[in-house]
Structure formats: C-alpha cells, structure tokens
C-alpha cells in the first residue's frame, strides 16, 4: 500500500527543503498533498467602515498589495514543489494541492487536515527566534506536540 504524506508548504526556503526531502528519499508510488493555509486577508482588503482608523485606512491598499504578492509567491512555491515531484517521477495522479483559507489557525488547521487519513506530515522548520518559540510556540512545535498517532517529520 501506498503511503499518504502531507507537506505543509508556504513560500520559505525551509519548505522547499522538505518537498526536497520527500522527492528525493520516498519512493514514486507515495501520494503527495502540498497544503497551503492562506491568511484569511480579504475582509480586511475590503473594508470600507468608517471606523477604520485613518492610519488603517490610508495604508489599506498598500497592505492588500503585499498580501496579493505574498499569494502569488505561495502559488509559484507550489508550481515548483509540484515540478520537482514530477522530475523526480512521481506521476501527476500521486501529486495533490490543497489550499485553504485560515480557519482555526495554521497549527490547527494542519492538524486538523492531517487527521485525514495521512501516515506522515512533514514541515520545514522556520526560522525564528528561540524566544518567540518559546514564549508563542512554533507551527511545527504545536503540530508535533498535537498529532499523537501521525509520524511528523521536520526537516531542517
């Protein structure tokens, strides 16, 4: 039987290097899901309340500009995750996208999409502070320390 592996990929190098990892050390018969959580940004780009604060208000359009680039980013960091599992033979069937918008959180709602039937979740550990990790916890901290019956691979 085929394994089933969840990458959660963003746009950082660190994600990268684990769709690396798998497409070069997990045999072509492993189905692949690349999973994205979006930010869930448009409410705010469509705001038009005069409640807003005028500093808001005023850096609005320049806010949505950056979050439109960083989309654009995620979707050419999953065109070449999806390239490097085909050039490492992975046929298209065994290569899934999922995206979605923030529900719970990234932690949790990769948590929750990894209860989906998933034998091993695998994230790129991002580069932070030892402060902020421990003070916050980091993504791949609290999916670790939440998915008691699904291997969790960190690549770094």
Known sequence: MAQKIMIALDESENALRAVNYVASTFTTDTDVTLFNVLLDTAAICKMNSPELTPYFKSRQDSFCALEDKKKELVGEALDKAVDKFKDAGFDEDRIHVKTQTKTYGVAKD?????????????????GTSG?????????????FNSLK????????
């Open 149 to 156: 019956d699904i291997s969790v691979l960190i690549v770094t």
């Open 110 to 126: 990769i948590i929750l999409e990894a209860r989906d039937g998933y034998d091993l979740i695998v994230l790129g550990r991002h």
């Open 131 to 143: 402060i902020k990790d421990f003070v916050f916890g980091s993504i791949c901290q609290k999916v």
